[in-house]
């Protein structure tokens, strides 16, 4: 109760400020912990509690981990990612050796130092529209590698407490063990998982689902304690297993509710080990370390990211954005401490130092281009001046024009047509290599962010014919739409919809919507009509019939049984079909659809089928009888209810 109370109202702090929750974990564990308020000790349950989190987090990061796409970048995630953490752990491992430290200290004190913050790093960059330019992807990379040296380290940690002399042969035999592990995990994955998944998932009960996906985690975990390795690396080698079926998101999204408590729990545990009073006693050992993260770590890695054939200016913008320690390396400073390699007062420098990296992290990630700028020394390419008044320049000549939010293959193709027919229009994309090339071909695309509103008054919006969201993301849709309103503007403006979810908001906010899948279906079915030489003016009214209805036909369908893709389904198309066969003994029969009262409870019944014969329900006024089909629409709950109602009666 009190890490919960505590903890809440800190991180609704820090989300308040744009700070990370984790900062909010760790200064609840600083204060509730022995070195502050002291009501909780830092015990055995804690830590029992805190390492199945880390467990889940490491099971869930071999989930999202894919081989295929590790050797797809591998030039930036295996060359980089590796020059990245062997060049900065060694050069921080040898300053540790140099101020006193053993070897093996040393050399874990240099690998978390070397390791950055995956949860900060990538959740800002995000949300500042930087992930997709090159900076971003080269920090995207580095941190995939990190994310599996970090499981690589926190495997061999405790053979490097245990036998440092004999290093090499318990290495050895640790990289024995932990094949042999993997090679149990594939043979038991590869057989029986999926058909035991497969039957789990067949049985629709998300209890059963749940507690499977947890079994496994622990259970693989635990499968790996027994082989005295860690127990992070057999959650991660389960998660890269189960990552490959069908069945990877929504095992994901099962156990990222536990994950995400338990893992605040583990960064409250770790508050509890730092003592304050460490900023006032060693004052110099937490500024070595800050200076190490803050400016050793950037002046490592720019020369490597410049090496591999990136600008300067890129090469220090990926510098700043890895410039603080991160949380595994908390976790290997942490582990490292339980389990006796670094006393007490060597640790608490570090996790001060690490603390105080990641809550400046914010700052130098959103100030990352106007640092990288002062220290490239270099001429700002044209993607890095004032955008809204370079797109205002830009833009100057354009009136009664279209502007195009996103500049993919849906984007040109609508620039093309739109040019075809003497329409001007518009680009504003966030590519900047796209960029380039499409400009050099002469198109009109410039790079600026439409979710800001100065862009957008920057590129005419006041004076456009037209707007036209193609990128496939709704939220950020939503986000122009509304930014557009607010502006006092009424153009019309279309919007890329692929969820059904998503169509009502949209429309909320101001927009009309092209729901792309169901006018796919549209199209389709167009196409082959003509082919059956239906006349195309017929073709033509029964699929301008459908449009009218707003695609009502369409949107309700039978949903898959496949557990995963029937909750893809269900979110992204709420309303679905379920047929009921009407028998002996069931409150429905012997009653008309009219007395049943459907529609009270949210259900549409489409039709009724005897036999061969089918009759739209809204004409259906006969008894049912034993036999019939009821065709249902609507969510699905409203169907559960509806067909235990027309089972039994029940109310």
């Known amino acids: 109760v009190v890490v919960l109370v505590i903890a809440t109202m800190l991180v609704a702090l820090c989300q308040r400020f744009g700070l990370s929750p984790i900062l909010g974990y760790l200064t609840c564990g600083v204060l509730v912990g022995p070195s502050g308020l002291d009501w909780l000790p830092h015990g055995a349950a804690t830590r029992l509690l805190a390492e199945l989190g880390v467990v889940l987090l490491m099971f869930t990061i071999g989930l999202e981990f894919s081989l295929p796409r590790l050797l797809a970048g591998r030039r930036m995630v295996l060359g980089l990612g590796s020059a990245q953490m062997l060049f900065t752990a060694s050069i921080l491992g040898l300053v540790a050796f140099v101020l006193g430290f053993q070897a093996v200290e040393a050399v874990v004190l240099g690998g978390a130092l070397a390791l950055s913050s995956t949860a900060i790093v990538l959740k800002q960059l995000g949300e500042q529209m930087e992930l997709p330019a090159p900076h971003g992807r080269l920090v995207t990379g580095i941190?995939?590698?990190?994310?599996?040296?970090?499981?690589?380290?926190?495997?061999?940690?405790?053979?490097?407490?245990?036998?440092?002399?004999?290093l090499s042969a318990a290495l050895g035999w640790v990289v024995a063990k932990a094949v042999l592990v993997f090679l149990t995990l594939v043979l038991m994955g590869r057989r029986l998982l999926?058909?035991?998944?497969?039957?789990?998932?067949?049985?629709?009960?998300?209890?059963?689902?749940?507690?499977?996906?947890?079994?496994?985690?622990?259970?693989?975990?635990?499968?790996?304690a027994l082989a005295d390795l860690s127990p992070t690396l057999g959650a991660f080698m389960a998660g890269m297993l189960l990552g490959e079926t069908v069945f990877r998101h929504q095992v994901e999204a099962d156990i990222r509710p536990f994950r995400d408590l338990m893992l605040g729990l583990f960064f409250a545990t770790i508050?509890?080990?730092?003592?304050?009073?460490?900023?006032?006693?060693?004052?110099?050992?937490?500024?070595?370390?800050?200076?190490?993260?803050?400016?050793?770590?950037?002046?490592?890695?720019?020369?490597?990211?410049?090496?591999?054939?990136?600008?300067?200016?890129?090469?220090?913008?990926?510098?700043?954005?890895?410039?603080?320690?991160?949380?595994?390396?908390?976790?290997?400073v942490s582990s490292?401490?339980?389990?006796?390699?670094?006393?007490a007062s060597v640790v608490q420098p570090v996790l001060g130092g690490l603390i105080l990296s990641m809550a400046a992290a914010p700052v130098f990630l959103h100030f990352?281009?106007?640092?990288?700028?002062?220290?490239?020394?270099?001429?700002?390419?044209?993607?890095?001046?004032?955008?809204?008044?370079?797109?205002?320049?830009?833009?100057?000549?354009?009136?009664?024009?279209?502007?195009?939010?996103?500049?993919?293959?849906?984007?040109?193709?609508?620039?093309?047509?739109?040019?075809?027919?003497?329409?001007?229009?518009?680009?504003?994309?966030?590519?900047?290599?796209?960029?380039?090339?499409?400009?050099?071909?002469?198109?009109?695309?410039?790079?600026?962010?439409?979710?800001?509103?100065?862009?957008?008054?920057?590129?005419?919006?006041?004076?456009?014919?037209?707007?036209?969201?193609?990128?496939?993301?709704?939220?950020?849709?939503?986000?122009?739409?509304?930014?557009?309103?607010?502006?006092?503007?009424d153009v019309p403006v279309l919007v890329r919809s692929r969820r059904g979810r998503d169509d009502e908001r949209l429309i909320e906010a101001g927009a009309t919507i092209f729901p792309e899948g169901l006018e796919t279906s549209l199209a389709f079915a167009g196409q082959l009509l003509i082919m059956l030489d239906v006349p195309p003016s017929r073709v033509i009214e029964r699929l301008s019939v459908v449009r009218a209805e707003n695609y009502a036909p369409l949107r309700a369908f039978f949903h898959d049984t496949a557990l995963g893709r029937s909750a893809k389904q269900g979110r992204d198309y709420p309303e679905r079909l379920e047929s009921f066969i009407v028998t002996e003994g069931h409150y429905a029969s012997g009653r008309t659809p009219q007395e049943l009262h459907l529609e009270d409870r949210a259900v549409e019944l489409i039709d009724v089928r005897h036999g061969a014969i089918r009759v739209p329900g809204r004409l259906v006024d006969t008894r049912l009888r034993a036999g019939d089909v009821l065709v249902l629409k609507g969510d699905r709950e409203a169907l559960e209810e509806a067909t235990a109602f027309l089972m039994g009666g029940v109310r």
């Open 143 to 166: 941190l995939l590698f990190q994310d599996i040296a970090a499981v690589l380290l926190l495997a061999v940690l405790p053979v490097l407490v245990a036998d440092p002399v004999g």
């Open 194 to 224: 999926p058909r035991f998944l497969h039957w789990v998932a067949g049985t629709r009960s998300p209890e059963l689902f749940m507690m499977t996906a947890l079994v496994l985690a622990v259970s693989a975990a635990g499968l790996s």
């Open 368 to 489: 990352n281009r106007q640092i990288a700028g002062k220290l490239s020394l270099t001429h700002v390419p044209f993607r890095q001046l004032d955008a809204e008044a370079h797109i205002a320049e830009s833009g100057r000549g354009f009136d009664r024009h279209v502007i195009i939010c996103g500049y993919g293959r849906l984007g040109q193709n609508l620039m093309q047509i739109l040019t075809d027919e003497g329409i001007p229009a518009l680009a504003l994309d966030l590519d900047p290599e796209r960029i380039r090339q499409a400009s050099a071909a002469g198109e009109p695309v410039l790079f600026g962010n439409a979710v800001q509103p100065g862009i957008l008054r920057a590129a005419g919006i006041d004076r456009a014919r037209a707007l036209a969201v193609t990128m496939d993301d709704a939220g950020l849709a939503e986000r122009i739409v509304g930014h557009v309103r607010g502006l006092g503007s």
């Open 336 to 343: 490292a401490l339980v389990s006796g390699l670094f006393p």
């Open 271 to 332: 508050g509890m080990q730092l003592d304050p009073n460490t900023f006032l006693d060693a004052p110099a050992g937490v500024a070595l370390v800050l200076a190490g993260l803050l400016l050793a770590k950037p002046l490592i890695l720019a020369p490597l990211v410049r090496f591999f054939g990136q600008t300067m200016n890129d090469s220090w913008r990926v510098a700043v954005c890895l410039a603080q320690g991160g949380e595994f390396g908390l976790l290997v």
